[in-house]
């Protein structure tokens, strides 16, 4: 997965892989879309992965939960930091070197 593409569109390029493997009659699982989908996502979803291979069965998940598991995660960080420093409820964040400066105005 290239690191600015859509979860969604990537996970529409691994179900069109597996219709693919259909279409030439063999079958790829959920286990194994699962396993592809978790190997290969940016670090930045990191943590979502960890939590889905430490409390969830990854051999029986199906393609579409994790898909919608890493969905969510991905979208509430974008939802809790934007771009330039700024959280989404408007209030900027300092660096620890940058507070003291601001309190003294």
Same mark, same amino acid.
């Given at each position: 997965?290239?690191?600015?593409?859509? +979860? %969604?569109?990537?996970?529409? *390029? !691994?179900?069109?892989?597996? #219709?693919?493997?259909?279409?030439?009659?063999?079958?790829?699982?959920?286990?194994?879309?699962?396993?592809?989908? +978790? %190997?290969?996502?940016?670090? *930045? !979803?990191?943590?979502?992965? #960890?939590?889905?291979?430490?409390?969830?069965?990854?051999?029986?998940?199906?393609?579409?939960?994790?898909?919608?598991?890493?969905?969510?995660?991905?979208?509430?960080?974008?939802?809790?930091?934007?771009?330039?420093?700024?959280?989404?409820?408007?209030?900027?964040?300092?660096?620890?070197?940058?507070?003291?400066?601001?309190?003294?105005?």
């Amino acid at each position: 997965m290239a690191d600015g593409e859509e +979860l %969604d569109v990537y996970g529409g *390029r !691994l179900a069109a892989m597996a #219709a693919r493997y259909a279409n030439l009659g063999e079958t790829l699982g959920d286990a194994a879309l699962v396993k592809k989908l +978790l %190997d290969t996502v940016p670090d *930045r !979803l990191f943590p979502a992965i #960890a939590d889905i291979e430490q409390f969830h069965d990854v051999t029986t998940m199906a393609f579409d939960e994790a898909l919608g598991r890493l969905r969510a995660f991905n979208e509430r960080v974008q939802l809790r930091w934007q771009d330039k420093g700024e959280r989404a409820d408007g209030q900027l964040v300092f660096t620890a070197a940058q507070w003291p400066t601001r309190e003294r105005q």
